[in-house]
């Protein structure tokens, strides 16, 4: 146990302190790429041999921030902005920015006017993400993308580069949905903030590198037995769901979380890139494979169906649905998640969440009465 406990918290340092990551590997004379949410191309960045690097915002008060975004933004585009006007992220050799929001569409135009010194790549996908046309032209954005870091990288990135780094990138994703397995199999081993934590240290450290640690956690899990869990058992569901505030009163309440639909939690891990001839095709077919994500055009709600299967075949109690404050797409999808939750009896509850607020007593008040009533 005290090996497993040594593990959890070497990850859970590394999630609680990216400065300190971005700093060793500038220190180390890496070139280094940051990653804006969400679904970025960080195979590109590998097979270029740069370290691409999540930009997911942190709690904060942002102020610089604000000359430049409405107060309605989202408070991960509100800090990600004002942590690279403050000079945070000095020393990356660019930004790569995806479009998959109107927030992220915004963010463009500011880092560009506000954060001079480090370019930004826009990462635009296709929203029709399953057609053949939509395909088609999110594997040609790849490759322009991969022709400009190649120019920052000083190195031609050639296509069996960007091939093998797409099985790296594959292997840690079976390493992720290992850990998944062991999580879900012993509800209650792991606190909801030192699960939380494994995933988000996947931001900040050498791919290679977090799946051997994911291998080796996993295997520190399966040595302890799969008891009976009595606490709450909850599947949470949102963008992301790594808040503080939150994960502390989660772990107060006894939760365990068995189970997430959580974008940058265990979706970014679901599905493999499929291996085909030419890897930029398969990185596209990616994106027309992930289900469950507000961001990802979704017409007939899957995501609501996923949900309903994920918290009956993981024997939860019910579902905890986190927004995050001032975010279009989960708040559209709010609506008809909550109205399929109900039609099939799966007890829920929504929670708002913001990096800028540190007052969650209202948040705690829900979250414990929730708890008792599933017992
Ligand atoms: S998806 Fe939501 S939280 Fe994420 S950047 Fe867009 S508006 Fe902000």
């Given at each position: 146990m005290d090996n497993l406990r040594e593990k959890l918290a070497a990850l859970q340092a590394i999630a609680g302190n990216p400065a300190a990551q971005l700093e060793k590997f500038l220190s180390?004379?890496?070139?280094?790429?940051?990653?804006?949410?969400?679904?970025?191309?960080?195979?590109?960045?590998?097979?270029?041999?740069?370290?691409?690097?999540?930009?997911?915002?942190?709690?904060?008060?942002?102020?610089e921030a604000k000359r430049y975004w409405p107060a309605f933004i989202c408070s991960v585009m509100q800090t990600v902005l004002e942590l690279g006007l403050r000079g945070r992220y000095d020393g990356l050799a660019a930004v790569m920015i995806p479009t998959l929001c109107?927030?992220?569409?915004?963010?463009?135009?500011?880092?560009?006017r506000g954060v001079k010194?480090?370019?930004?790549?826009?990462?635009?996908?296709?929203?029709?993400?399953?057609?053949?046309?939509?395909?088609?032209?999110?594997?040609?954005?790849?490759?322009?993308?991969?022709?400009?870091?190649?120019?920052?990288?000083?190195r031609e990135v050639t296509d069996a580069a960007v091939a093998g780094a797409v099985s790296v990138?594959?292997?840690?994703?079976?390493?992720?949905?290992?850990?998944?397995?062991?999580?879900?199999?012993?509800?209650?081993?792991?606190?909801?903030?030192?699960?939380?934590?494994v995933f988000k240290s996947?931001?900040?450290?050498?791919?290679?590198?977090?799946?051997a640690a994911l291998r080796e956690l996993t295997a520190l899990m399966e040595e302890q037995?799969?008891?009976?869990?009595?606490?709450?058992?909850?599947?949470?569901?949102?963008?992301?769901?790594?808040?503080?505030?939150?994960?502390?009163?989660?772990?107060?309440?006894?939760?365990?979380?068995?189970?997430?639909?959580?974008?940058?939690?265990?979706?970014?891990?679901r599905t493999d890139i499929p291996v085909t001839e030419d890897p930029f095709k398969g990185m596209a077919l990616l994106l027309g494979e992930i289900e469950g994500c507000s961001v990802l055009y979704d017409p007939g709600k899957n995501r609501g169906r996923m949900l309903i299967d994920l918290a009956k075949k993981s024997g939860a109690d019910g579902v905890l649905l986190v927004q995050t404050k001032f975010c279009d797409p989960e708040e559209y999808?709010?609506?008809?998640?909550?109205?399929?939750?109900?039609?099939?009896?799966?007890?829920?509850?929504?929670?708002?969440?913001?990096?800028?607020?540190?007052?969650?007593?209202?948040?705690?008040?829900?979250?414990?009465?929730?708890?008792?009533?599933?017992r």
């Open positions: 180390e004379g890496r070139k280094v790429v940051g990653c804006m949410p969400y679904f970025c191309p960080e195979e590109l960045v590998y097979a270029s041999g740069m370290v691409p690097f999540g930009l997911t915002g942190e709690e904060m008060q942002a102020s109107d927030a992220l569409k915004g963010m463009d135009g500011n880092w560009r010194k480090i370019p930004a790549i826009p990462v635009v996908q296709a929203q029709n993400r399953k057609t053949e046309a939509g395909l088609e032209f999110t594997a040609s954005q790849y490759r322009k993308i991969r022709s400009r870091l190649a120019e920052l990288a000083g990138y594959n292997d840690r994703r079976a390493a992720m949905r290992g850990f998944m397995a062991a999580s879900a199999a012993r509800p209650g081993l792991l606190k909801p903030s030192q699960r939380s934590a996947a931001f900040f450290m050498d791919v290679n590198e977090h799946a037995p799969a008891a009976e869990y009595r606490g709450p058992k909850l599947v949470t569901s949102g963008i992301m769901a790594d808040n503080s505030g939150l994960l502390g009163i989660l772990d107060d309440c006894g939760v365990a979380v068995v189970d997430d639909e959580v974008t940058n939690e265990s979706l970014r891990y999808d709010y609506v008809p998640l909550r109205r399929m939750l109900e039609e099939a009896g799966i007890r829920n509850l929504m929670v708002e969440i913001d990096l800028q607020t540190t007052e969650n007593e209202q948040t705690r008040t829900a979250v414990e009465a929730f708890c008792e009533s599933l």
